[in-house]
């Protein structure tokens, strides 16, 4: 018992105690860890079976790569996608166990939303001190609350992310060497499901970890250990630990799809097409106090644009002063390991908070904020302990601190209190009943089920169909989750139809082969709403190539709302590349 209440951050308390300790102490712990656990996991659970954003796209992505693997295929050589392969796998696996369901896959998320915020508990316990550490806790588990993409490889990056940051206060708390080594393993598996966050990962603990030693005085270092080779040592034991991950599974990929196409999924389009196609401008924190006077919003309105707005500044503010602070404090010798762990804590968080924004600069939006608000929690935390310490400061350091918390919670706690609503007003025709999606609420499903339902009585398992849009010259998303609910394969590798991919020539041509290799003989088109975002994906690509395929080829045979269903015309059912 004791040993297990250690891994789980009581090691402070326990590490003092003698036998002496009853059963009934060492129980109050393990009764701690479990309401934590189970307040988290019901907190998180309320609305998980709710529609949440994205659930056609960005969900039906990962959970019918999931399917596909099961399926014998591989992601990069069998089908198009920019993420890594982790998250694939992770729920190829559950799959396998429970069968592919929607509810299944939610749960899972819930526990790892959970695990993440237990997570960020451990960690602050080990420079921040109990209280701080459960307010730290309470933060991270209002966000993820408020989280509404399921299946995303976000939160389990970010799990893995933050348990190598775990090892790492270890190893900086000087526990040994070994944590170094095991935090670098963990950055490797966060880099399985985020590659971007791996690395960013990789680069603050490599930064953190460098500076401590160059800046631990010499009497604290190993004997005939100088700063040089010591540095390259533990930078050689940290990378180590990412390679002994990341290696083979590269190796794998490169030994099973071209690099080049490869490259192209992993780095080339995220760079360089994706920014293009998918960017939102930066929230400016304040607006014109010209549209309240003029009318053009309420005052209710601009408050909480305002508010909501400060959310995507907090996070530089916190990550600027935290900067100033290290700066300030840089190489002063500190002979008290807390003060110590602290301070490395601090920049290394510092250096996540920054960073992780990094992938929320191109998705300007609030969901992408997730990476970004859970270090700078830690770091809100931390300045907190430090209130105490400003003498008759101390009053007006305290309100400050209460507004820019209450600021920072607001709209999660809105968007979980919106999802409680949404499950409490569910009706129950908007429960879907679909095999793969049983218990689920879809608002207005009628006619989407009605479509699925008609696909799989239609089309054979064995069949490939093709979900495509009423349009393809000007693309914002497509509904792949159609894929998973129908239990049916596509045509083509490139079924994931994202702007500046599947609006050009070549992808299109691609497409329309794959088509007719396969035969297909039905396709469905989904009639998209136009989103008009200021990026790239509101402009027509004049690119017309697959909708002047699809209407020579087939015809339409029945109409479900948005959805189209059409059938292979008579007399066009070759199956050889045109």
Known sequence: MKSVLQIFGFGAELSVLTPRVDLLQQTRYALAIGGMLCLSFLYLLVGFNQDPNGFTYDEGITVYGATNILNGELPYRDFWTIYAPGQFYLLAGLFKVTGASILAERVWSVLVNCLLGFVVYLTGRKFLGAPYALLAWGLAVIWLGSFRFHASPLPPALLFSLMSCFCLVNFLAGKGRHWLFLSGFLVGVAGLFRHDLGAYTLLAGLTTAGLAHLTTPVRQRQRNFNKLTGLLSLSALFIGGATLVLAPVLVYFLSVTPPEELGYNLITFPLTIFPKYRSLPYPWPLLSLELV??????????????????????????????????????????????????????????????????????????????????????????????????????????????????????????????????????????????????????????????????????????????????????????????????????????????????????????????????????????????????????????????????????????????????????????????
């Open 293 to 578: 006077t003029h009318r053009e919003v309420s005052i209710f309105d601009y408050v909480k644009t305002t508010i909501r707005n400060f959310l995507f500044v907090w996070p530089l503010v916190i990550g600027a002063v935290t900067f100033i602070l290290v700066i300030r404090q840089f190489g002063r010798r500190k002979e008290d390991i807390t003060k110590s762990l602290s301070y490395w804590s601090m920049l290394l968080f510092a250096l996540l908070s920054v960073m992780f924004l990094n992938q929320a600069r191109i998705r300007s939006d609030v969901y992408h904020l997730l990476p970004v608000y859970l270090p700078a929690s830690l770091l809100f935390c931390l300045f907190l302990s430090y209130i105490s310490q400003l003498g008759k400061f101390r009053p007006a350091a305290w309100l400050m601190a209460g507004l820019i918390g209450l600021a920072i919670i607001v709209d999660p706690l809105q968007a979980k209190v919106d999802r409680f609503t949404e499950a409490v007003q569910a009706s129950p025709t908007d429960i879907f009943d679909l095999e793969r999606a049983k218990g689920l609420a879809y608002p207005n499903k009628a006619d989407y089920q009605a479509a699925i339902d008609y696909i799989r009585r239609t089309v054979k398992p064995d069949e490939k169909i093709f979900v495509g849009n009423t349009r393809h010259d000007k693309i914002f998303s497509n509904d792949i989750m159609f894929y998973f609910l129908a239990n049916r394969q596509s045509a083509t590798k490139y079924y994931e139809l994202h702007p500046g991919l599947a609006t050009t020539a070549p992808i299109q041509q691609t497409i329309i082969n794959d088509l007719e290799q396969t035969g297909v003989k039905t396709i469905v088109l989904f009639h998209e709403a136009d989103p008009q975002e200021p990026n790239a994906s509101s402009e027509s690509s004049q690119v017309f190539l697959l909708d002047a395929f699809i209407q020579g080829r087939f015809s339409q045979v029945r109409q479900f709302g948005s959805y189209t269903i059409l059938e292979r015309k008579a007399g066009y059912v070759s199956t050889e590349r045109p």
